[in-house]
């Protein structure tokens, strides 16, 4: 019996959530076979990270490690990092030019589409040695990924059921990424975070658009948000993806920093409020948007902080996130140095995203010993409707409707 | 460079590190000049040419915020770092500015008791030694070994 039928989702349906979906350890197997590897789409890199022909970098999806490529005529592919022969990754250096990929252990060879193309030794050294003639080498070769890209995001599937990349998006994400990504981009660095905990508590603080206020009080507590900030949340029918996002509380005049400094005089905000200045580079007025596509993908607007964000699942209480910032090649200098600013909100150190990293690994302490309990997830009804409020969990519970169809539970 | 200079710049990093590690962290920005340029980055963002920091900031104001926000905002589990410092490598600025570059170690001890090696890498300052605040620094800029921080960077570097 596998470990998805073995156990039974609670009849209340996605309005809870059992404990045991973080610490049983059978089910996060099953979960790199159902979703990792089953009909998921999941993001690889963006476009940018591969700017030339003849380059590669790696990449992961769930924990198996994958080699993303563009090959001499520009076409992207993605493989996973496994040679045919002994199974040694094939790449070892995060990014490289290279014509074709040669395995460090053996120098058996491969074309960057990840296609088998030559044994060193095959027919031995002088007559001794080598494979038999009816040997075949490349019978068990590394998996290849369909590769599909929106607005400069590359996305791989496994799975030969994953629907094309646009319908599994829902039209709302998919406008919602073009959205962001409006130019070409130009990467401004990375870095990663471990997090102590499952990836679904990743995944689930990114859709929960409820603690955002309560968890993170920086805005709050220097005084930063003078309106009450109209957003909303829109849900794609498979429940996975979702976005969040709400009006930028000030125009990004003077005004604004004015109201900020008057603060800090009075003992509240900021005493360099510059720091958040928002220009509306989108021309819609909307100062953050957060979205995700299931099952790891985050891309992020942050006022003029722009970043992707995927996971590595390292081990059920052993997370990777991984954040590529970027701009669009075509900013000034004032608007990378305002981006590079504005980073400060985001990452391990973010003022605003700090607290993500720790969430998750609280909540992993708290129900370890607690499985068979359920978590109630009411906030907002129990449906997963698009909502003009973010005081809901509905796109928590996408996310569980979402998991539940991949897990058959 | 002679004697004096050095002893004077491993007094200023001596002191420094002792402010982070006795959670004297509003003493911190008093370290810099009024505009600075303080940023915690990484040795393969630096490697490629990219700009991005994990903390960034170019005046004692936005590092007096880092503080508050640290102080009145920011929620995260009670912790201590201890840093240990190698010698620094001088190198002669202009203006009476010297570039310090000091390798770095950072064990980060946790309420719990959890005590992991957190940070590795070096600082790469520009100090300035002439001035009635002097010696502090104008420039620090912190490279991490690791692209990899655990959980969450709160304290800074």
Redesign the interface.
Same mark, same amino acid.
């Given at each position: 019996m596998t470990a998805a039928a073995a156990r039974r989702w609670p009849a209340e349906g996605v309005a809870r959530v059992p404990y045991w979906v973080y610490s049983d350890r059978d089910l996060f197997e099953e979960e790199q076979e159902r979703i990792f590897r089953g009909a998921t789409w999941n993001f690889l890199c963006l476009g940018a990270e591969l700017p030339k022909p003849n380059s590669y970098r790696t990449s992961a999806v769930g924990a198996m490690p994958v080699v993303v490529t563009r090959d001499a005529e520009g076409k992207l592919h993605a493989f996973e990092n496994r040679c045919a022969h002994r199974g040694s990754l094939l790449c070892i250096n995060e990014r490289g030019e290279a014509r074709d990929i040669v395995c460090v252990y053996h120098n058996w060879s491969y074309d960057l589409a990840g296609n088998l193309t030559g044994v060193a030794f095959r027919k031995g050294m002088a007559g001794k040695g080598g494979m038999p003639p009816d040997a075949r080498p490349d019978e068990n070769p590394p998996r290849k990924l369909r590769v599909e890209t929106i607005g400069g995001l590359i996305f791989g599937t496994l799975s030969d059921k994953t629907p094309p990349l646009e319908e599994y998006l829902g039209p709302e994400i998919a406008k919602g990424i073009r959205r962001v990504m409006r130019a070409p981009v130009r990467v401004l660095g990375g870095y990663s975070q471990m997090l102590p905990s499952n990836w679904k508590l990743y995944m689930e603080n990114v859709k929960d658009s409820y603690h955002a206020s309560l968890l993170h009080t920086f805005f709050t507590t220097f005084r930063l948000n003078r309106l009450s900030q109209k957003g909303g949340l829109v849900i794609s029918e498979t429940g996975g993806n979702h976005i969040s996002y709400s009006l930028a509380a000030d125009t990004g005049g003077k005004e604004y920093e004015q109201a900020g400094m008057r603060a800090a005089q009075e003992g509240f905000g900021l005493e360099a409020p510059q720091m958040l200045h928002h220009v509306d580079e989108y021309g819609d007025g909307i100062g953050l948007q957060i979205l995700s596509v299931s099952p790891t993908f985050v891309l992020q607007q942050t006022r003029n902080s722009l970043a992707v964000r995927r996971l590595v699942t390292h081990g059920i209480e052993r997370t990777e996130l991984v954040w590529t910032i970027f701009g669009f090649a075509d900013d000034d200098e004032a608007m990378t140095e305002r981006r590079l600013q504005q980073a400060n909100l985001i990452g391990p150190a973010g003022y605003i995203s700090m607290e993500d990293g720790a969430a998750p690994g609280f909540v992993q302490r708290g129900v370890n010993t607690a499985a068979d309990v359920l978590s109630v997830v009411e906030m907002g009804g129990r449906g997963i409707k698009s909502e003009d409020t973010r005081v809901t969990e509905a796109s928590v519970r996408g996310f569980w409707t979402f998991y539940r169809a991949q897990m058959g539970l | 460079m002679n004697v004096e200079t050095t002893f004077k710049v491993q007094e200023l990093q001596a002191r420094y590190i002792q402010a982070l590690d006795g959670d004297k962290l509003e003493d911190w920005p008093n370290f810099f000049t009024e505009a600075c340029r303080y940023l915690?980055?990484?040795a =393969? +963002?630096l490697a @490629?040419g *990219?700009?991005?920091? *994990?903390? %960034? #900031? &170019? /005046?004692r #104001? *936005?590092l007096? =915020?880092?503080v508050r /926000?640290l102080r009145? #905002? +920011?929620? %995260?589990?009670a912790q201590r770092y201890r840093h240990m410092i190698g010698p620094p490598v001088l190198e002669e600025g202009e203006g009476g500015v010297v570039r310090a570059r000091t390798n770095f170690m950072v064990v980060r001890t946790m309420h719990t008791g959890e005590t992991l090696l957190f940070a590795t890498g070096v600082y790469d300052d520009r100090i300035v030694l002439e001035g009635s605040e002097a010696p502090c620094f104008k420039e620090k800029i912190v490279v991490l070994d690791s692209? @990899?921080? =655990? &959980?969450?960077? #709160?304290i800074p570097l």
């Amino acid at each position: 019996m596998t470990a998805a039928a073995a156990r039974r989702w609670p009849a209340e349906g996605v309005a809870r959530v059992p404990y045991w979906v973080y610490s049983d350890r059978d089910l996060f197997e099953e979960e790199q076979e159902r979703i990792f590897r089953g009909a998921t789409w999941n993001f690889l890199c963006l476009g940018a990270e591969l700017p030339k022909p003849n380059s590669y970098r790696t990449s992961a999806v769930g924990a198996m490690p994958v080699v993303v490529t563009r090959d001499a005529e520009g076409k992207l592919h993605a493989f996973e990092n496994r040679c045919a022969h002994r199974g040694s990754l094939l790449c070892i250096n995060e990014r490289g030019e290279a014509r074709d990929i040669v395995c460090v252990y053996h120098n058996w060879s491969y074309d960057l589409a990840g296609n088998l193309t030559g044994v060193a030794f095959r027919k031995g050294m002088a007559g001794k040695g080598g494979m038999p003639p009816d040997a075949r080498p490349d019978e068990n070769p590394p998996r290849k990924l369909r590769v599909e890209t929106i607005g400069g995001l590359i996305f791989g599937t496994l799975s030969d059921k994953t629907p094309p990349l646009e319908e599994y998006l829902g039209p709302e994400i998919a406008k919602g990424i073009r959205r962001v990504m409006r130019a070409p981009v130009r990467v401004l660095g990375g870095y990663s975070q471990m997090l102590p905990s499952n990836w679904k508590l990743y995944m689930e603080n990114v859709k929960d658009s409820y603690h955002a206020s309560l968890l993170h009080t920086f805005f709050t507590t220097f005084r930063l948000n003078r309106l009450s900030q109209k957003g909303g949340l829109v849900i794609s029918e498979t429940g996975g993806n979702h976005i969040s996002y709400s009006l930028a509380a000030d125009t990004g005049g003077k005004e604004y920093e004015q109201a900020g400094m008057r603060a800090a005089q009075e003992g509240f905000g900021l005493e360099a409020p510059q720091m958040l200045h928002h220009v509306d580079e989108y021309g819609d007025g909307i100062g953050l948007q957060i979205l995700s596509v299931s099952p790891t993908f985050v891309l992020q607007q942050t006022r003029n902080s722009l970043a992707v964000r995927r996971l590595v699942t390292h081990g059920i209480e052993r997370t990777e996130l991984v954040w590529t910032i970027f701009g669009f090649a075509d900013d000034d200098e004032a608007m990378t140095e305002r981006r590079l600013q504005q980073a400060n909100l985001i990452g391990p150190a973010g003022y605003i995203s700090m607290e993500d990293g720790a969430a998750p690994g609280f909540v992993q302490r708290g129900v370890n010993t607690a499985a068979d309990v359920l978590s109630v997830v009411e906030m907002g009804g129990r449906g997963i409707k698009s909502e003009d409020t973010r005081v809901t969990e509905a796109s928590v519970r996408g996310f569980w409707t979402f998991y539940r169809a991949q897990m058959g539970l | 460079m002679n004697v004096e200079t050095t002893f004077k710049v491993q007094e200023l990093q001596a002191r420094y590190i002792q402010a982070l590690d006795g959670d004297k962290l509003e003493d911190w920005p008093n370290f810099f000049t009024e505009a600075c340029r303080y940023l915690v980055t990484t040795a =393969d +963002n630096l490697a @490629q040419g *990219m700009p991005l920091g *994990m903390i %960034y #900031a &170019t /005046s004692r #104001a *936005m590092l007096r =915020d880092r503080v508050r /926000s640290l102080r009145e #905002a +920011n929620v %995260y589990e009670a912790q201590r770092y201890r840093h240990m410092i190698g010698p620094p490598v001088l190198e002669e600025g202009e203006g009476g500015v010297v570039r310090a570059r000091t390798n770095f170690m950072v064990v980060r001890t946790m309420h719990t008791g959890e005590t992991l090696l957190f940070a590795t890498g070096v600082y790469d300052d520009r100090i300035v030694l002439e001035g009635s605040e002097a010696p502090c620094f104008k420039e620090k800029i912190v490279v991490l070994d690791s692209r @990899q921080i =655990d &959980t969450l960077l #709160a304290i800074p570097l």
